[in-house]
């Protein structure tokens, strides 16, 4: 069944009371403090909300800590990602009936490690039998492994990276809850502390504590809450590998066009109708190849549409508005805070406010390059 376009809202987003270091909490307590702060910005209670998603814990646990009895249960993990696949999956839940009111909750305590869980990987695994003995390890030395193809096929140097970075920057200094807000310069990136050829320490995302959290129900309720309704129009997903190694093309995510290439035909839109993009940036080449595998512009040329501003204050399609993974937060899965600054977006309330924005695509990421998740809201219901 095919989601009727504008016919789910969200109607609650908050993120945790808290962001960046945060020793104190444990990670279903930032669940839970993202949750109670998305509800009263709906003006809703535990009692209210019929179903519930997440990742990273379980929604048996989260429902459980809020007391919470839901008709709808979403545990779809497949990295950070994982929320733009639980806002498709509850709008197609609320369509068919399952809940009326869906809790999507995140936290992570990425940073400090309260109650986290451990990164081990199983000599078993596919990854622990043909990448870990090799040295491919952790994400910086998983993600360099299509990047460098990528680099060497269509000319993209360190500055090209570098650039990224200190875009994202000028963007971080207008949001107060940024972790970083300095002015950096691409000298600045290429002389910061080499972590895995080609990363320096400024390409790669921060590690944060934090969380975030969704409410969706139907658009016909939706003018009933207090927020300005911000529609679902569109959404895509896919999935393609466990290995980084084992990409289809290292130039280009297979999963990022196919997830892409679904939400703008469910949405029914142009790339020309979009006023506002938010693409997951664990590291500085994720930018590049979302605006390509998105069709925003054609390989090889998202170095160029960056490098000519097109993507900074003032230009035609502003990019990453919070900051980013680079410099607004990062506490591993990263999707949530992209959804969250597309809802500001379409409200109005952004740090950074695009002027007079209508629809705005949030694109995710999930693993090295193993999933991908797409949504585009509008503020427009006759979209």
Request: net charge negative.
């Amino acid at each position: 069944m095919t989601m009727q376009k504008n016919s789910v809202a969200v109607v609650g987003a908050a993120e945790t009371t808290k962001m960046g270091k945060i020793p104190d909490v444990s990670v279903i307590g930032l669940h839970a403090d993202a949750a109670l702060n998305a509800m009263a910005d709906a003006g809703l209670t535990p009692a209210d909300i019929d179903g519930v998603a997440t990742a990273g814990i379980s929604p048996v646990e989260l429902a459980h800590y809020l007391g919470i009895k839901p008709t709808y249960a979403d545990g779809t993990s497949v990295g950070g990602c994982s929320f733009m696949l639980h806002v498709r999956h509850a709008a197609a839940a609320i369509n068919a009936g399952h809940a009326k009111t869906i809790l999507i909750t995140h936290g992570e305590s990425g940073r400090s490690r309260v109650g986290a869980g451990g990164w081990a990987r199983s000599p078993s695994s596919l990854m622990g039998q043909f990448e870990m003995p090799f040295g491919v390890t952790s994400p910086p030395t998983m993600f360099t492994v299509p990047v460098l193809r990528y680099m060497k096929t269509y000319g993209v140097t360190e500055q090209d990276l570098a650039n990224v970075a200190v875009i994202q920057r000028e963007w971080a200094a207008k949001n107060p809850r940024a972790s970083f807000k300095d002015p950096i310069s691409i000298d600045d990136v290429l002389n910061s502390p080499m972590i895995a050829w080609p990363f320096r320490m400024l390409m790669c995302c921060l590690v944060t504590d934090g969380g975030g959290a969704l409410i969706l129900t139907s658009a016909d309720r939706a003018k009933d809450f207090p927020q300005k309704p911000v529609y679902v129009l569109g959404t895509g997903e896919s999935v393609e590998t466990p290995l980084v190694s084992q990409m289809y093309d290292f130039t280009s995510s297979t999963a990022f066009k196919i997830s892409g290439k679904k939400a703008f035909d469910e949405a029914g839109i142009k790339h020309a109708d979009v006023d506002h993009l938010m693409i997951y940036d664990a590291f500085a080449h994720l930018p590049l190849y979302g605006l390509e595998d998105l069709g925003f512009v054609k390989p090889g040329e998202a170095k160029d549409f960056i490098n000519e501003r097109n993507t900074a204050i003032g230009g035609k399609l502003p990019l990453n508005t919070n900051g980013g993974g680079l410099s607004y937060m990062h506490s591993g899965m990263y999707g949530m805070y992209a959804l969250q600054e597309s809802v500001r977006q379409m409200r109005g309330t952004a740090p950074a406010q695009v002027e007079g924005a209508k629809i705005s695509v949030a694109h995710g990421v999930g693993g090295m390059f193993a999933a991908s998740g797409t949504v585009i809201f509008t503020n427009e219901k006759s979209l």
